[in-house]
């Protein structure tokens, strides 16, 4: 006979399945918890350190009583009630701590943080939101903000997506709070004067995310499709958050209608799957109308279409073709040029080029990249001599294909795709 491995017992089981609990607990109600807390405390490095020590009572205290029926009131709860102790600790007590303690007390019963009454959090998480993505932190540690505030991601799960040490994310999460607090940054929804910028910047950092989950800069895997479903859902909370802003549900179709063709981007061993060569069958239908009623619902809201609905409308026009040969490229290339016209740039220029090889040939496309070539702005952009590549492919001059396929292989970081270009280089 052999001995076989000792099974785990029930209370190891029950342990696990709390674990869990709280961990996806966590990472729903994280956000909410963190923006009522900062409202509080005014200090978002505060309200998380709060947050965090809820998160520990959660891990001691479910695993014996179950997870309670209202678990984002039981953490926030939790969390007043530490924040009240650690004031009531200190010797000198300061008349600002000490009101902020006397309001908590009033608000809940101290004996059954269960019972507290569930907060409406709408405007403290949008704060959080305007906060997480405040024009004074640069852009990596508005990202890493984002994900950790508000996605309740840990710093290792962030390192995680963006191939960097633990460290590096954790410093700059630390010199993000700590640059809001030097900077004394209001926990406000910006007024009029400034809500339009600001937004900008939220709309930024939430695309950032999805871009580098859909076409990851650097490593061995084509995409991370965690950080474009992260992405996704702040977007479809800002929406909640902003309905009248039709920017907010732009983006929000955008990757509704990028996400749906996540399925198809990659082969069974992760290698990339070209637009052109992918089955439309694989695409998800249910994101694509997702994507069509958030589009329409910009549309609606909107005198002219924003650059993100504008992005969208591109999308949708792959995404409703009733198959590939059907998409609308003299469309998609008129769509190009009303949003090179808001907002002008190289890379845009080249998403037309591609359009309009499609549209109308090769040969007028080769000349606007060509331009390109000559004008230096993408010079280090691995797109521009891989689009170059293709447009000498389809021409037939294939020495010259070959050479901007390896040019292209040198400039990225992707290895999956360099070894796509690679391939292609070789195939010429």
């Not at 709309?203 to 950032?208: F, G, K, M, P, Q």
């Not at 003299?330 to 002008?344: G, K, M, N, R, T």
């Not at 292989?409 to 270009?421: D, K």
């Amino acid at each position: 006979m052999t001995d076989a491995p000792p099974r785990p017992g029930r209370r190891e089981h029950d342990t696990a399945e709390a674990r869990r609990a709280v961990e996806a607990v966590w990472r729903i109600e994280s956000g909410k918890l963190i923006a009522v807390l900062a409202r509080v405390v005014g200090d978002v490095g505060v309200a998380e350190e709060l947050a965090q020590d809820a998160l520990v009572a959660a891990l001691e205290q479910w695993p014996e009583t179950g997870v309670p029926r209202n678990a984002g009131a039981w953490l926030t709860a939790v969390a007043k009630r530490r924040a009240i102790d650690g004031w009531r600790r200190q010797e000198r007590l300061g008349e600002r701590y000490a009101k902020l303690a006397h309001d908590l007390e009033q608000e809940q019963g101290r004996d059954d943080p269960a019972r507290a009454v569930e907060e409406s959090i709408d405007d403290d998480l949008l704060r959080l939101v305007f906060i997480s993505c405040h024009p004074v932190l640069t852009k990596p540690s508005r990202v890493a903000l984002t994900l950790k505030l508000l996605g309740g991601l840990s710093t290792e799960e962030i390192a995680r997506a963006f191939l960097a040490p633990p460290t590096t994310i954790g410093q700059r999460v630390s010199r993000a709070k700590r640059t809001l607090a030097a900077a004394r940054v209001p926990f406000e929804v910006p007024d009029r004067t400034e809500f339009a910028a600001r937004l900008e910047s939220v709309l930024e950092v939430i695309y950032l995310i999805f871009n580098e989950g859909y076409s990851a800069t650097a490593g061995d895997d084509w995409m991370r499709p965690g950080l474009c479903q992260e992405a996704l859902r702040l977007g479809r909370v800002l929406a909640e958050l902003t309905p009248r802003e039709p920017e907010v549900h732009g983006l929000v179709a955008l990757m509704e209608f990028q996400a749906s063709r996540l399925g198809a981007r990659t082969t069974p061993a992760g290698e990339p799957v070209l637009l052109q060569d992918q089955d439309g069958a694989r695409w998800d239908r249910i994101l694509i109308g997702r994507g069509v009623d958030a589009l329409a619902r910009s549309e609606r809201l909107a005198r002219g279409r924003g650059p993100y609905a504008l992005q969208a409308a591109i999308a949708a026009c792959h995404a409703t073709a009733p198959t590939a040969a059907d998409t609308d490229w003299e469309e998609i290339v008129a769509l190009y040029s009303a949003l090179a016209e808001l907002i002008p740039s190289p890379v845009i220029d080249l998403n037309r080029a591609v359009a309009l090889s499609m549209a109308y040939g090769p040969e007028a496309a080769l000349d606007v990249v060509d331009r390109l070539v000559i004008e230096g702005a993408l010079a280090g952009y691995h797109l521009l001599p891989s689009v170059r590549a293709d447009l000498l492919v389809r021409l037939g001059r294939l020495p010259e294909a070959r050479r901007e396929f390896e040019s292209a292989a040198a400039l990225t970081s992707n290895q999956r795709e360099r070894a796509l270009l690679l391939a292609r280089a070789a195939e010429c």
